[in-house]
T-cell receptor
Framework: GDSVTQMEGPVTLSEEAFLTINCTYT??????LFWYVQYPGEGLQLLLK?????DKGSNKGFEATYRKETTSFHLEKGSVQVSDSAVYFC?????????????FGKGTHLIIQP | EAGVAQSPRYKIIEKRQSVAFWCNPI?????LYWYQQILGQGPKLLIQ????????DSQLPKDRFSAERLKGVDSTLKIQPAKLEDSAVYLC???FGVGYGYTFGSGTRLTVV
């Protein structure tokens, strides 16, 4: 079946540090890839997505590139802020027979210290 | 536009009791999903509806969980009887259709004691 593996947390960084959160996937078909973010006390929000190989999704300074050859979708940000502290989920969706539900990784808790 | 509405926000029940959660999707969204998020894990898809029909319920524990989407709008997820391991946040999401993206509600936090 489909699965997503992302790096274990918590990840603790200082403000303005460079961020990478690794994500790799296994899919039975051709997936779309997503990063979702969950801020403390809030619901899941879409951060960025990519729907085909070599696409780059970007939002709020975050980027991720769909790498089909390495089945990866690593999240990066050049300079993190305290407000980026949250739980980040990598996810995929494979459309087939009308079904397109998301398969999520376990999440990575990011803590940014001032 | 209004978001995905869920109620209640919190629920505490004893094991073997029954519980129901309600979801109202964004107006016009034909597709509705229920996810279970256990503490420390990512959400797991339980069921997907397209209008009032079930598209995918392969991960729904059908011996105790049931869901319906009357008239293709609101949806109810029920657990009967509840077990301790059902303690989780139950998330509802909706989508206009394939490829249009998903909007999540704030969830219902269930605690089974």
């Amino acid at each position: 079946g489909d699965s997503v593996t992302q790096m274990e947390g918590p990840v603790t960084l200082s403000e303005e540090a460079f961020l990478t959160i690794n994500c790799t996937y296994t899919a039975t078909g051709y997936p779309s890839l997503f990063w979702y973010v969950q801020y403390p006390g809030e619901g899941l929000q879409l951060l960025l997505k990519a729907t085909k190989a070599d696409d780059k999704g970007s939002n709020k300074g975050f980027e991720a590139t769909y790498r089909k050859e390495t089945t990866s979708f690593h999240l990066e940000k050049g300079s993190v802020q305290v407000s980026d502290s949250a739980v980040y989920f990598c996810a995929l969706s494979v459309t087939g027979g009308g079904a397109d539900g998301l398969t999520f990784g376990k999440g990575t808790h990011l803590i940014i210290q001032p | 536009e209004a978001g995905v509405a869920q109620s209640p926000r919190y629920k505490i029940i004893e094991k073997r009791q029954s519980v129901a959660f309600w979801c109202n999707p964004i107006s016009g969204h034909a597709t509705l999903y229920w996810y279970q998020q256990i503490l420390g894990q990512g959400p797991k898809l339980l069921i997907q509806f397209q209008n009032n029909g079930v598209v995918d319920d392969s991960q729904l524990p059908k011996d105790r969980f049931s869901a319906e989407r009357l008239k293709g709008v609101d949806s109810t997820l029920k657990i009967q009887p509840a077990k301790l391991e059902d303690s989780a946040v139950y998330l509802c999401a909706s989508s206009f259709g394939v490829g249009y993206g998903y909007t999540f509600g704030s969830g219902t936090r269930l605690t089974v004691v």
